[in-house]
């Protein structure tokens, strides 16, 4: 859309402010991906296995561009954690997974809540996509030991749901992503 067009909307009262979607902003922080990545993880949505002791927790968010806001698609997320014990599994591939945004950006796992084993608890996402840096950051939870911490970007607010008998925690996680040189 050219200047003229623009000027005669916004005299004309038709312009809209430009949605959030389309604005920059920072890019996630990149906090390393310590020891216990494991690369080869399988393409799914679940990283805990069937029937894990633990509180089950969904998280969902959108991978969006640090300079537009825009939405990237196809994305991949690699996602790991430690069990309930503490422990990461360095032999196969559970608490473990590798999915793709959509279209807009978004994306959904399920897991557990992970353990503290010492630092504050956390999902690694090691996260990438055609034409932007990789970065490798985590979502990090509050607990007793841990009730705030350095990187409270990191730390989103959890929601207790239901659905009959059934109880879970969700938690919404947006990742930013930067050009190579931005």
Same mark, same amino acid.
């Given at each position: 859309?050219?200047?003229?067009?623009?000027?005669?909307?916004?005299?004309?009262?038709?312009?809209?402010?430009?949605?959030?979607?389309?604005?920059?902003?920072?890019?996630?922080?990149?906090?390393?991906?310590?020891?216990?990545?494991?690369?080869?993880?399988? @393409?799914?949505?679940?990283?805990?296995? +069937?029937?894990?002791? %633990?509180?089950?927790?969904?998280? /969902?968010?959108? $991978?969006?561009? &640090?300079?537009?806001?825009?939405?990237?698609?196809?994305?991949?997320?690699?996602?790991?954690?430690?069990?309930?014990?503490?422990?990461?599994?360095?032999?196969?591939?559970?608490?473990?997974?590798?999915?793709?945004?959509?279209?807009?950006?978004? @994306?959904?796992?399920?897991?557990?809540? +992970?353990?503290?084993? %010492?630092?504050?608890?956390?999902? /690694?996402?090691? $996260?990438?996509? &055609?034409?932007?840096?990789?970065?490798?950051?985590?979502?990090?939870?509050?607990?007793?030991?841990?009730?705030?911490?350095?990187?409270?970007?990191?730390?989103?607010?959890?929601?207790?749901?239901?659905?009959?008998?059934?109880?879970?925690?969700?938690?919404?996680?947006?990742?930013?992503?930067?050009?190579?040189?931005?």
């Amino acid at each position: 859309m050219g200047t003229r067009s623009l000027l005669a909307l916004t005299a004309l009262g038709l312009l809209m402010a430009i949605p959030a979607a389309s604005q920059s902003r920072p890019a996630t922080p990149d906090v390393g991906t310590g020891p216990n990545h494991r690369p080869g993880a399988p @393409f799914r949505a679940k990283l805990s296995p +069937p029937l894990a002791e %633990g509180t089950v927790l969904v998280v /969902h968010g959108h $991978v969006r561009d &640090a300079a537009t806001g825009q939405a990237v698609a196809g994305a991949v997320l690699d996602a790991y954690q430690a069990d309930a014990a503490g422990h990461y599994d360095m032999d196969g591939f559970e608490y473990r997974a590798r999915l793709s945004t959509d279209e807009q950006g978004y @994306f959904e796992l399920e897991t557990i809540v +992970p353990s503290n084993y %010492g630092p504050p608890p956390h999902i /690694h996402m090691l $996260v990438s996509a &055609a034409g932007y840096r990789t970065t490798s950051t985590e979502m990090r939870f509050r607990d007793r030991e841990h009730p705030s911490n350095d990187r409270n970007e990191l730390t989103p607010a959890l929601v207790e749901r239901a659905r009959g008998d059934k109880t879970w925690l969700e938690g919404t996680f947006d990742v930013v992503l930067r050009k190579p040189g931005a």
